[in-house]
Nanobody, 123 residues
Framework: QVQLVESGGGSVQAGDSLRLSCAAS????????MGWFRQVPGKEREFVAA????????YYADSVKGRFTISRDNAKNTVYLQMNSLKPDDTAIYYC????????????????WGQGTQVTVSS
């Protein structure tokens, strides 16, 4: 069992930045690929970014490429999502997730999920 706790969400203006953190329990964090997803009420959960076990490979949705950066610190059991140049369309609940397989862009590939953190971007 893996427990994930997200933090760092909030309300900001368009153009601002936020950094989300996701702390994971367990000693095997370095063996997990990680992902960030987001969801707006009434819509499907949307892939945002993913990172391989050692951080050497990263993947992004086209909508965030060039603005968001995913990273991880295996010594701290934490994955981050640096979000720059935020837009109102980025408003959503952001979830981090663990996959026991390779990094993926589809949510069914992920085995454990955090509770989410709200990001609100106003114009």
């Amino acid at each position: 069992q893996v427990q994930l706790v997200e933090s760092g969400g909030g309300s900001v203006q368009a153009g601002d930045s936020l950094r989300l953190s996701c702390a994971a329990s367990g000693r095997t964090f370095r063996t997990y690929a990680m992902g960030w997803f987001r969801q707006v009420p009434g819509k499907e959960r949307e892939f945002v970014a993913a990172i391989s076990r050692n951080g050497g490979s990263t993947y992004y949705a086209d909508s965030v490429k060039g603005r968001f950066t995913i990273s991880r610190d295996n010594a701290k059991n934490t994955v981050y999502l640096q979000m720059n140049s935020l837009k109102p369309d980025d408003t959503a609940i952001y979830y981090c997730a663990v996959t026991l397989s390779v990094p993926a862009t589809n949510s069914p590939a992920y085995n454990y999920w955090g509770q989410g953190t709200q990001v609100t971007v106003s114009s």
